[in-house]
């Protein structure tokens, strides 16, 4: 990737694989329970970016090696707490677990400055970074744009642009 990382991306769709390599994933797995069981890289993983949430942080945690990171930044999986969370039980000795809430973007201590928009948009013009919403609906259309978006047909961003 971009980074240098080397990604293995989820998808509870096993046709949105292909998206996921052209978009620079090394391969893609089915996400679904006990994925730390299913992939060899467990316990080797440095960091996972868990967008599903509390139902599935602990199976997340579950790949990482010593020193590994995950950050929980999605809630597609809803807000249910983590039943009967147990740092000492649920987590192996060593890893990082934090958070990420955009809604933190500029307030004291996350300035909208520390985010390189610049270098970004530098980046999509450049064609090294694909970031081309999957569809853009009219403001007339937003009750399309809903459906689209609610029958888990979006297959990425999409925009709604107001005239």
């Known amino acids: 990737m971009n980074a240098g990382a080397?990604?293995?991306g989820t998808s509870r769709n096993r046709e949105r694989f292909a998206l996921l390599e052209e978009l620079g994933a090394e391969r893609a797995e089915l996400e679904g329970p006990?994925?730390?069981?299913?992939?060899?890289e467990a316990q080797r993983i440095d960091a996972v970016l868990d967008l599903v949430g509390n139902c599935t942080i602990l199976d997340s945690l579950a790949m990482l090696r010593r020193g590994g990171r995950a950050c929980l930044a999605g809630w597609l999986g809803g807000l249910d707490p983590i039943r009967d969370f147990n740092p000492l039980l649920q987590m192996a000795s060593g890893v990082y677990l934090t958070f990420?809430?955009?809604f933190v973007f500029g307030k004291p201590g996350f300035p909208l400055s520390d985010v390189p928009l610049q270098t970004i948009a530098e980046q999509v013009a450049a064609g090294r970074l694909k970031a081309k919403p999957s569809r853009v609906f009219r403001f007339e259309d937003i009750h399309?744009?809903?459906?689209?978006?609610?029958?888990?047909?979006?297959k990425g961003k999409m925009v709604v642009v107001l005239d």
């Open 6 to 8: 080397r990604v293995i």
């Open 34 to 40: 006990d994925l730390s069981g299913r992939i060899p």
């Open 100 to 102: 990420f809430g955009s």
């Open 144 to 154: 399309e744009a809903h459906r689209v978006m609610e029958a888990g047909e979006a």
